[in-house]
């Protein structure tokens, strides 16, 4: 078992930049056993959508969306990942949410637990 905790939304203007933070805990084993991270969001009458994802530093996938304007990035010291955003648009506007592949399920897609995320509003 592990629990994600997402931070770092609020609102900013277009064009402006945000990063988000996700802190993992829980079981040493389930955590050892994290293979990728990965950020997905959710906006207002849509669904899920996958971001970005991290394998390692040199295997990381974007959406098309936000190719260039998104980095995704993990700590393993401290057990961490992040999206840093930039260049964002209105159409980012969404609940950002990290999940995490424990050997080769995800997490939170596989127990259907998704907390709260964190909002990110891009309005001027």
């Known amino acids: 078992q592990v629990q994600l905790v997402e931070s770092g939304g609020s609102l900013v203007q277009p064009g402006g930049s945000l990063r988000l933070s996700c802190a993992v805990s829980?079981?040493?084993?389930?955590?050892?056993?994290?293979?990728?991270m990965a950020w997905r969001r959710q906006a207002p009458g849509k669904e899920r959508e996958l971001v970005a994802t991290?394998?390692?530093?040199?295997?990381?996938i974007y959406a098309d969306s936000v190719k260039g304007r998104f980095t995704i990035s993990r700590d393993n010291s401290n057990n961490m990942a992040y999206l840093q955003m930039d260049t964002l648009k209105p159409d980012d506007t969404a609940v950002y949410y990290c999940?995490?592949?424990?050997?080769?399920?995800?997490?939170?897609?596989?127990?259907?637990?998704w907390g709260q995320g964190t909002q990110v509003t891009v309005s001027s």
């Open positions: 999940d995490a592949r424990i050997g080769s399920a995800w997490y939170r897609t596989t127990t259907d637990s």
């Open positions: 829980g079981s040493i084993n389930s955590i050892n056993r994290i293979t990728a």
């Open positions: 991290i394998f390692s530093e040199l295997r990381k």
